[in-house]
């Protein structure tokens, strides 16, 4: 009978990221640098603040919206971060970590046959919603433009089916972030255009030079943005699935309501925890970034002196290395690597045609960890 089961779910494929996870169970003592999971706890005053609420019996439903005092956090939070203004009332939803504000954006949004502009490569989570809609994605091959967008690239493939576009940055797998200048040539092109901008920020408290830019930030493209933050990354927060959507109050009003059909609300001690975090721990992120960076310039170096062609990174906690010049596919590089080493990364075409012949790898792990993999790379490129 599964024939009878929807055919658009049926054709959805599990993500090659967790695939690849999930096979490392089958080899004894490998190593894991496949999934973008924080090694730091969660800040101690941040589990204190989830114990407190536990004990005071905050175990109910919330607004569907999210406490009120979270959203008013979340929106000082985007002010005093990145100079954006949401009415915490009517333009902010607290949502169960940021792929479910993606999910309920993206319903909101599309209708069916809408064409959706996504970069490739390009994390795996957009593309089954975009299709789930009945809508068409379309990826742009941004590998000759350092893996990022731009205002040309965009401009060849908008037609009259255009409905939005997918702006990931920073970048998962690459690691890539945006300038304001680049996104102001793209928000100058889409000024005059009925076109949606989902802004995903998840990795926006994770940028190593500079500062994180958003392209809601540009009076115009307000109104036609929904800016997705969360907590996984910056506070090392996974477990506790805490998004946020940003958007006008016209779009918010109709995600809402697809959010409370959907999950009624985020976990009632999960925001209280999260409520810490935007208070008292809204610069708990700064030394986990300044480890990121340290590991980043580690592995970057290493890899190069190995003779990796590979982009270096400006945030988020992934690298995304070519792997063409050993000549196998990135499937055949990342199981020969899994069985000969032990030394588990994900293949570049779980991230869209355009990742194909690349890797990533993350490097949410400790030096340790990452010292002792890049040591059994090393050991499998010299004889490959």
Not at 224 to 233: A, H, Q, Y
Request: proline residues 4%.
């Amino acid at each position: 009978m599964e024939e009878m089961l929807n055919e658009d779910v049926r054709g959805i494929k599990i993500s090659g990221i967790r695939k690849f996870y999930n096979m490392i169970a089958n080899y004894k003592d490998a190593i894991s640098l496949t999934i973008g999971q924080p090694d730091f706890p969660t800040p101690d005053h941040i589990k204190e603040a989830a114990k407190k609420a536990i004990d005071g019996n905050k175990t109910i439903y919330t607004h569907n919206a999210g406490l009120i005092e979270l959203r008013k956090a979340a929106g000082n939070f985007l002010y005093n971060k990145y100079k954006l203004s949401y009415n915490p009332e009517d333009e902010i939803i607290v949502t169960n970590g940021a792929s479910e504000a993606i999910d309920i954006a993206l319903r909101t949004i599309l209708n069916k046959g809408d064409e959706v502009i996504l970069p490739g490569p390009v994390y795996p989570g957009y593309e089954p919603i975009i299709k789930l809609c009945g809508s068409i994605p379309v990826h742009i091959d941004t590998r000759d433009n350092g893996f990022r967008l731009n205002a040309e690239l965009i401009g060849k493939v908008i037609t009259d089916k255009t409905k939005c576009i997918v702006l990931p940055y920073p970048s998962n797998p690459t690691g890539r972030a945006m300038d304001r200048n680049v996104l102001e040539d793209i928000a100058l092109l889409l000024r005059d255009k009925n076109i949606f901008i989902l802004s995903d920020e998840i990795y926006s408290e994770l940028v190593y030079e500079g500062e994180h830019c958003s392209i809601a930030s540009f009076p115009w493209m307000r109104e036609k943005t929904v800016v997705i933050n969360g907590l996984s990354k910056s506070h090392s927060m996974t477990g506790w699935r805490i998004g946020f959507t940003f958007a006008p109050a016209y779009i918010t009003k109709h995600m809402l309501k697809v959010h409370q059909y959907n999950s009624t609300c985020a976990s009632s001690i999960s925001q209280y925890a999260a409520l810490e975090a935007l208070t008292n721990g809204i610069s708990d992120s700064k030394a986990m970034r300044d480890e990121y960076k340290r590991r980043r310039d580690y592995v970057y170096d290493r890899l190069v002196s190995m003779g990796f062609e590979v982009e270096r990174p400006e945030g988020a906690f992934y690298i995304f290395p070519s792997i063409q010049k050993f000549g196998m596919k990135s499937l055949d590089f990342a199981l020969n690597l899994l069985e000969k080493c032990g030394v588990a990364v994900v293949p570049g075409d779980a991230f869209s045609e355009y990742g194909e012949g690349y890797v990533r790898i993350s490097y949410a792990y400790s030096m340790e960890v990452l010292k002792e993999a890049l040591d059994r790379i090393e050991g499998f490129v010299s004889l490959v």
